[in-house]
């Protein structure tokens, strides 16, 4: 099963991507920024980092590499997507998922281990854990609040499409306390915690981060 | 040879953590003046002449595509000639 992960100028965890897909039973796949060609993998990581220096707006460059143009296409046709901090950045400029993360309440850049709670389990990224749970994976961000309209967190509470929420503290100010949150069909998820870094526990604060890389190869064998 | 400006803001209802830490710092020098402070960008986009119409529709889309998130902000677009 192969699954992309998309290298920008400035991507960071593009190299603990490819290693939590091959740890879950993928094979990790390099993709580039300045080709639009997917190589025939069957979902697509954007990693974290700071794409482009995190100039203009974070992700708001990133999201006109001509990668991103073959993304956004098949996104809207049911392609798995998964946006990592960063990458959740890009796909909220990209428009495939709705509201924008922007500079930190309190204007520190946050790196902790962040208790969270699965609130959507039936998403191809997040199938494999159970609603409720609770994870412990690092958060790393200076742009992390997410912001969206009262219209839009209405529908995203109403649809169910919060998918990971911090719990015990609000770190950044986030709206909702939202973490994570789906487009509505359940394939593009974008979170701001680094699922890739939380594999393994000599690594990582735990191994919760590998089920989102399970659940996707899950979701494409059963397809 | 003109000047176009672009100036963009977060919207009042988005948090400004930047302005809010700037309003914080002003009184610390002595500047009591401030009731509140937000923080914004400004593009200086230099063209040859005046802008034609056509030009300033482009800007119009280019500041609503790229300069700004139209989520999270608003922009305003001016000639200086």
Redesign the interface.
């Known amino acids: 099963m192969r699954i992309g992960v998309v290298t920008f100028p400035g991507s960071l965890d593009d190299s603990s991507a490819l290693r939590a897909i091959r740890i879950a039973g993928g094979t990790p796949v390099p993709l580039f920024h300045a080709s639009d060609d997917l190589k025939e993998v069957e979902a697509v990581v954007l990693p974290g980092g700071f794409s482009y220096g995190d100039y203009l707006r974070c992700g708001a460059i990133s999201r006109f590499a001509p990668i991103m143009s073959s993304i956004i296409i098949a996104a809207e046709h049911g392609f798995p997507v998964l946006g990592i901090c960063n990458g959740f950045q890009i796909l909220c400029e990209s428009h495939l998922l709705p509201g924008a993360l922007t500079r930190n309440q309190g204007l520190h850049f946050v790196c902790t281990d962040q208790a969270l709670t699965v609130e959507n389990n039936s998403t191809l990224w997040t199938a494999g854990y159970t609603k409720g749970q609770r994870l412990v994976i690092p958060i790393k961000n200076g742009e992390g609040s997410f912001q969206a309209s009262a219209e839009t967190l209405a529908e995203l509470e109403s649809e169910g499409r919060v998918v990971l929420r911090y719990a015990d503290k609000n770190p950044n100010g986030s709206k909702n306390d939202i973490a994570g949150i789906t487009n509505a069909r359940g394939n593009v998820v974008g979170v701001m915690p680094h699922p890739e870094q939380a594999i393994e526990s000599l690594t990582g604060p735990s191994e919760d981060g590998l089920t989102f890389f399970t659940s996707v190869l899950h979701s494409l064998v059963g397809r | 040879m003109a000047t176009i400006i672009v100036e963009v803001m ?1 919207k009042p ?6 302005g809010q ?1 700037v309003a914080a710092a002003l009184p610390r020098l002595g500047f009591t003046f401030a009731k509140a402070v937000r923080q914004g960008k400004r593009f200086e986009i230099e063209v040859d002449g005046l802008p034609t119409q056509e030009q300033l529709a482009d800007i119009e889309r280019a500041a609503e595509t ?2 700004s ?1 139209p ?2 902000e608003t922009y305003v677009v001016k000639v200086e000639a």
């Open positions: 977060l209802e988005i948090l400004d953590p930047q830490a790229l300069l998130n989520v999270i």
